[in-house]
């Protein structure tokens, strides 16, 4: 399985942005996928999560109202991060994480972390 990350860019404070993350390989089923980020001198920290069954999604209190996780329904196994009104608090290396994802053939679930896309908001 391979996450592959994309949208990451530099703006300025109050305009958005859209990252993209992709899992490809022989998925049979994936359970939910997630966005991270880490700020320089900072833990990694949950933004944004989706469930695939059901469409539960979960957000940073610090992005709520701001930022929105979706799947694409043009690619399978692809969720989108939009990011409106950002803030320099944003900046970060944001990545992308898959949860549960079993492969054709296998009866485990695995986790898998893609590369991460830096975001940068200047003020």
């Known amino acids: 399985v391979q996450l592959q990350a994309s949208g990451g860019g530099a703006v300025q404070a109050g305009g958005s942005l859209r990252l993209s993350c992709a899992a490809t390989?022989?998925?049979?089923?994936?359970?939910?996928m997630r966005w991270y980020r880490q700020a320089p001198g900072k833990q990694r920290e949950l933004v944004a999560s989706i469930v695939f069954n059901g469409g539960e999604t979960n957000y940073a209190d610090s992005v709520k109202g701001r930022f929105t996780i979706s799947r694409d329904s043009s690619a399978k196994n692809t969720v989108v991060l939009r990011m409106n009104g950002l803030e320099p608090e944003d900046t970060a290396v944001y990545y992308c994480h898959a949860q549960g994802v079993r492969m054709l053939g296998r009866s485990s679930f695995h986790d898998y972390w893609g590369q991460g896309t830096l975001v940068t908001v200047s003020s």
């Open positions: 390989g022989r998925i049979l089923e994936v359970n939910a």
